[in-house]
C-alpha cells in the first residue's frame, strides 16, 4: 500500500476519524486552561492587590476583629474567642467575641468589594505560642495601597478603643512579650498613698525624662532611666508602679527573673523588644539571686541550667537602650542583699524607700475611706497609732479599715490597737 492509500483509507475510517477529533478537543481544552492560567496569573498580578498579615504580626488579632465588626459584619461563618473583662466595678464578666472563621469571606469597604481568606497551617506551628500557623489575606481591586493602610489604621483603632482608661500587662513567653489577663482599670496615683512628696517626685521624674529624649541623644546617653522602690510588703510598691504606669498611659512588661529557662541573651532580647510605652518591671529583684545560691546545694539536675547570672543581668540593663524611653522599675523588701554594682547610678538613677505609714499616711488613708471632713479623727487615729510605737504597713490598714467599714469613725479610732491582730 502506498502513503497516499494509506492516508486517504485512514481519512475514511470513522474510527480514526472520532479519535483524532477527540484528540483535537483534548487539546484545545488543554490550551485554553493554560490561557486561562495564565491570563488569572496576569489578572491578579497587575490588576489585583492583596495583603497577607501573619499571626505573628501585632495587627493580627486587631484585624480579625475589626473583619468581624467592622468589615464582614454579616458573615455568617464565625470562631468564638473568649475573653475575660473587667467593668467599673471590679466585676469580672465573660465576654465572646467573634472572628471570621477559617475559610473565605467577602465584604464591602470604600466602594471596594474585599476577599479575607484565613488560612490555618496544619504542619506549621508558630513555636512561640504553640498554636497553628495562621494568616489571613485580603484581595482587592484595583492598586490602592491605601485601602489596606486605612483597613489596619481603623483596626488599630478599634483596638486602642477597646483598652482606652485600660493598663496593659504583658508577660514574656519564648523571646516574645504577650498580653496577658485582661487590661486593668487605671488606678489613679491618689489612690496610693505614700508618704508626703514621693510620688510627686517620681512622677515628676518619669515625665521629665519622657519629654527630655533630644538631651538623651545629644550627649550620646541611652534614653533609659532604672528606679528601686525598696521597703517592706504591703508598702504600696507595686500598685504604686501600677498607677504610675496608667498615669503616663503606659503599659507594664513584668519579668520574673527566678523563672526557669530565663537566659541572659534571652534577657537580652526581652529587654530589647519589650513594647513600646512600656514600664519593664522586675519585682522582687533580690530573689532571683538568692534562690539560685539556696538551690545550689540541693543540687538538681537543672541547677545553673536556664538561668540567668547575676553578670548577665548588669549587661542586659547597660544594654536596654532605644529610641523610644526606656523605663526600668525594680522592687525589692531587702535592699541590703543586692549588689551595689547592681544599684549604681546608671542602672539605678532613683532609689526610694516606700515603708511604714507615716502620720501622713495614717491621716490620708483615714480621710480617703471614711471621708474628706473627717480631719480631726483622722488626726487622731493617726496620732494613736504612731503612739503605739509598733509599724504598720498600709496594707495592714486597708484590711482594718475593710473590717470596719461599716463603723463610725470614732469606733475606728477607739479600736485602732486591734490594727495587729489579724
Ligand atoms: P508591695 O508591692 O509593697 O508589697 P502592694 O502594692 O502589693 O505592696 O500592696 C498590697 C495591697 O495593699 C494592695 O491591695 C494595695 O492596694 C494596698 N496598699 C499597699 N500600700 C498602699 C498605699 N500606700 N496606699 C494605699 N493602698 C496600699
Redo the contacts with the bound molecule.
Keep these: 500500500m502506498t502513503w497516499t492509500e494509506l492516508i486517504s483509507s485512514l481519512s475514511t475510517n470513522p474510527y480514526f476519524g472520532a479519535g483524532f477529533g477527540l484528540f483535537g478537543v483534548g487539546a484545545s481544552a488543554a490550551l485554553l486552561r493554560k490561557g486561562l492560567q495564565g491570563a488569572t496569573i496576569l489578572f491578579r498580578r497587575h490588576l489585583m492587590i492583596t495583603l497577607e498579615v501573619p499571626c505573628r504580626d501585632k495587627s493580627y488579632q486587631w484585624l480579625l476583629k475589626w473583619i468581624a465588626v467592622r468589615g464582614a459584619k454579616k458573615t455568617q461563618h464565625l470562631s468564638v474567642e473568649t475573653s475575660f473583662l473587667q467593668n467599673d466595678n471590679g466585676q469580672v464578666k465573660t465576654s465572646y467575641d467573634f472572628i471570621p472563621s477559617i475559610g473565605k469571606h467577602l465584604f464591602q469597604y470604600k466602594n471596594n468589594w474585599i476577599q479575607v481568606e484565613r488560612t490555618r497551617e496544619q504542619q506549621t506551628l508558630d513555636l512561640h505560642m504553640g498554636v497553628p500557623w495562621e494568616s489571613v489575606t485580603l484581595t482587592a481591586f484595583g492598586n490602592n495601597k491605601k485601602i489596606y493602610f486605612d483597613i489596619l489604621e481603623e483596626a488599630r483603632e478599634l483596638a486602642l478603643q477597646a483598652t482606652e482608661g485600660k493598663t496593659l500587662m504583658y508577660t514574656a513567653m519564648g523571646s516574645e512579650w504577650r498580653p496577658f489577663g485582661h487590661p486593668r482599670r487605671r488606678r489613679p496615683t491618689s489612690?496610693?498613698?505614700?508618704d508626703l512628696g514621693i510620688s510627686e517626685k517620681i512622677i515628676s521624674d518619669c515625665n521629665d525624662f519622657i519629654q527630655n529624649s533630644l538631651w538623651y541623644t545629644h550627649r550620646g546617653i541611652p534614653y533609659r532611666r532604672g528606679y528601686l522602690l525598696y521597703?517592706?510588703?504591703?508598702?504600696?510598691?507595686?500598685?504604686?508602679i501600677t498607677a504610675l504606669a496608667g498615669k503616663l498611659e503606659y503599659g507594664i512588661c513584668l519579668l520574673n527573673l527566678s523563672e526557669r529557662g530565663l537566659t541572659d541573651d534571652r534577657l537580652n532580647h526581652l529587654l530589647n523588644v519589650a513594647p513600646e510605652q512600656t514600664i519593664i518591671l522586675l519585682e522582687d529583684i533580690d530573689a532571683a539571686f538568692v534562690s539560685r545560691e539556696s538551690t545550689l546545694h540541693q543540687k538538681s539536675a537543672y541547677d545553673g541550667l536556664n538561668r540567668i547570672t547575676f553578670s548577665g543581668l548588669l549587661n542586659c540593663l547597660d544594654g536596654v537602650a532605644s529610641t523610644e524611653a526606656r523605663i526600668v522599675f525594680m522592687?525589692t523588701?531587702y535592699i541590703d542583699r543586692l549588689d551595689p554594682a547592681l544599684i549604681r547610678p546608671g542602672r539605678i538613677d532613683l532609689k526610694e524607700y516606700?515603708g511604714y505609714c507615716t502620720q501622713y499616711?495614717l491621716e490620708e488613708?483615714f480621710k480617703k475611706f471614711f471621708g474628706d471632713n473627717e480631719i480631726l479623727k483622722s488626726a487622731e487615729f493617726a496620732q494613736k497609732v504612731i503612739e503605739s510605737s509598733r509599724s504598720v504597713?498600709?496594707?495592714q490598714i486597708?484590711g482594718f479599715f475593710m473590717q470596719h467599714k461599716s463603723s463610725s469613725p470614732q469606733h475606728v479610732v477607739d479600736c485602732c490597737s486591734s490594727i495587729w491582730e489579724n
Design positions: 489612690s496610693v498613698v505614700l521597703g517592706p510588703p504591703g508598702c504600696g510598691k507595686s500598685s504604686f522592687t523588701n516606700i499616711q488613708m504597713s498600709p496594707a486597708q
